[in-house]
């Protein structure tokens, strides 16, 4: 398999900065105080977190587990950010990065779990 750690990098960035630039843009904007905005900026701050925390070293899991389960949740919160760029910053597509599509890693992850002996 190869390294998952480049792509799951530059999809964190593009969320880092998707969310830095909705910090500088929605208080000037009357949404600012909509929960539903302040929740949807949340998620995108707690998906960050969770793909974060899969990026750490776990010494009771499977390195290459690890990484598809990082690489997951990085790509969630990819596609959240690029939904509120379009939604409420710009109309620019968020790029993809290259390696296995997420369809692929969602069917490695699960054959890894079909196979563990307990």
């Not at 105080?33 to 960050?48: E, F």
């Not at 925390?53 to 990484?67: C, F, G, I, N």
């Amino acid at each position: 398999m190869t390294d998952l750690a480049p792509a799951i990098h530059a999809e964190l960035a593009f969320a880092d900065q998707v969310l830095a630039d909705l910090r500088e843009a929605l208080p000037l904007d009357a949404r600012a105080r909509d929960p539903l905005v302040i929740a949807t900026v949340g998620d995108l701050q707690v998906r960050l977190a969770a793909a974060r925390a899969l990026q750490r070293p776990h010494r009771s899991e499977d390195a290459p587990v690890r990484q598809i389960q990082a690489r997951l949740a990085a790509d969630h919160a990819r596609q959240l950010a690029a939904e509120l760029k379009r939604e409420w910053l710009t109309d620019a597509p968020a790029p993809r990065q290259p390696g296995p599509s997420v369809r692929d890693l969602r069917r490695l992850l699960g054959e890894h779990h079909l196979t563990i002996t307990d």
